[in-house]
């Protein structure tokens, strides 16, 4: 279990019953990390298909870039896309930040809704489609 909340990581990335789950280029154990996953859910480590839940674990901006576009674009409506970074704690080797990550998704159209710890290591901001409401709001 990730972070402070208690929360259950399943629940924190938003993985509900019959989600189809993406998970790329994950860290050793995330597997477990996420487990219990609710029921029907299938998970693939590639991304083919469709998702409800989408998410990229990467260490460099241009990775990010190079993917980011594609992935989103295999998100159902209402789909969330989770970008996993390593956190500067983790004294990990890489070029990403909050705002690096951000940034990208902002430049693809994309808005942030969602920041968690995915792990000691990750963390984890989250993508959806942006959206005009019956007002005019953006969101």
Not at 33 to 51: E, N, S
Not at 92 to 115: C, E, P, R, W, Y
Request: hydrophobic share 40%; glycine share 12%.
């Amino acid at each position: 279990m990730a972070g402070y909340s208690g929360t259950p990581l399943a629940r924190k990335l938003g993985i509900k019953e019959g989600h189809r789950v993406g998970i790329i280029g994950a860290p050793e154990g995330f597997e477990q990390d996420i487990a219990p996953l609710p029921d029907q859910v299938v998970v693939r480590t590639q991304a083919r298909g469709d998702f409800d839940v989408l998410v990229l674990f990467t260490h460099r901006l241009a990775d990010l870039e190079r993917r980011f576009e594609r992935l989103a674009g295999r998100l159902v409506a209402n789909g969330g896309l989770w970008i996993g970074w390593p956190k500067k704690a983790a004294k990990l080797d890489t070029d990403l930040s909050f705002d690096a990550v951000q940034s990208v998704g902002l430049h693809a159209g994309m808005v942030d809704n969602k920041i968690c710890a995915i792990s000691d290591v990750y963390s984890g901001l989250r993508f959806v489609v942006r959206v005009e409401d019956r007002d005019g709001w953006r969101r």
